[in-house]
């Protein structure tokens, strides 16, 4: 006799919007990553924004966002979130973890969003510095990977599942990109790594007197979902239908792909977005129709 044998399917990620949902086949796939391309002024960070509030019904927490942009300002996530989720956003502030103690406790280290880049200006490739700023920017860039990590990690060990990644910036090459390589650094470094060793990263030699804390707040790493937003150059869909990817791209490592851009028939202007890849997934393959509402990103005509 053969005992039958059964596969659990990894439950999906809603984005927040349950028509988007139908069309990735149920949802994103939870330790992936979802890239979100399309010019300025989209809908990217609304999109962003329902994506973080979904986390609450799905996971009892809603998701957390790291601004990248380096411009001097933020992608206005405080704006839309107080407008499309009733949600008042807690910013970290850029400081050094002192006492490792205030890691475990909720009110010291859950926080919703950090900009930790906001000085560069429009900087973000080596070519906008000159050697004494790039020297500055090396020794700086230690400092902000710290609090980077304590970031993410008190976040997870507190129960949020999914992350936001916002403010990436077009350059010529992506491959000469600040962001694009801090981004493959939290990537590689805190969201696929296990959590007992970010916690190392991050304590280092405090690390064995807070072993015991650190393996009862373990997370599954593989249940983080994250959702990074990009600034194309290119504005019309078609136009980005067609982009190819450059070697390197973070595109070629993500598991989804949807692409927003606006559409043009005849003497009016839409916006429609497309699941240009779904990595292990059916998906449908359609253009679909978007407005951005008081509510957010509302998928249909």
């Known amino acids: 006799m053969t005992m039958a044998t059964t596969s659990t399917k990894p439950q999906r990620i809603s984005t927040g919007l349950p028509q988007l949902d139908q069309m990735l086949g149920g949802g994103l796939l939870p330790g992936k990553l979802a890239v979100i391309l399309g010019a300025t002024g989209i809908g990217k960070t609304q999109l962003g ?11 009892g927490e809603r998701g957390i966002f790291f601004d990248m942009t380096a411009r001097g300002d933020s992608q206005n996530h405080s704006d839309y979130a107080d407008r499309i989720a009733d949600w008042n956003l807690k910013e970290m ?11 475990w406790s909720v009110e010291k280290s859950r926080y919703d969003c ?9 900087r973000v490739t080596r070519d906008d510095l ?4 790039y020297r500055e920017w090396q020794a700086d860039l230690t400092r902000k990977l710290d609090i980077t990590i304590r970031f993410f990690y008190g976040n997870f060990i507190h129960g ?8 990436i910036e077009p350059s010529d090459k992506p491959s000469d990109s600040f962001q694009f390589d801090i981004f493959e650094y939290i990537h590689n470094q805190i969201l696929k790594k296990d959590c007992e060793w970010v916690a190392r990263d991050l ?10 804390e650190v393996s009862r707040f373990a997370y599954p790493q593989s249940q983080i979902a994250s959702m990074i937003l990009c600034t194309s150059q290119e504005v019309m869909l078609e136009e980005l239908l067609s982009r190819p990817l450059d070697s390197g791209d973070i595109l070629s ?6 692409l927003m851009g606006k559409t043009r028939e005849g003497m009016k202007m839409g916006r429609a977005l497309h699941i240009a890849k779904h990595r292990g997934s059916a998906c449908e393959d359609s253009i679909v129709p978007y407005t951005i509402q008081e509510e957010g990103i509302v998928i249909g005509n």
């Open 49 to 59: 924004i329902q994506f973080a509030k979904a986390g609450l019904d799905q996971e």
């Open 203 to 212: 304590l280092r030699v405090h690390y064995r007197a807070h072993a015991d």
């Open 160 to 167: 949020v599942r999914r992350c936001v990644i916002d403010g």
């Open 253 to 258: 490592n993500a598991n989804t792909i949807i």
């Open 114 to 122: 950090i900009h930790p880049f906001h000085q560069l200006g429009k």
């Open 93 to 103: 502030p850029l400081e050094r973890l002192q006492n490792p103690e205030d890691l």
């Open 130 to 133: 000159d050697n004494d700023e």
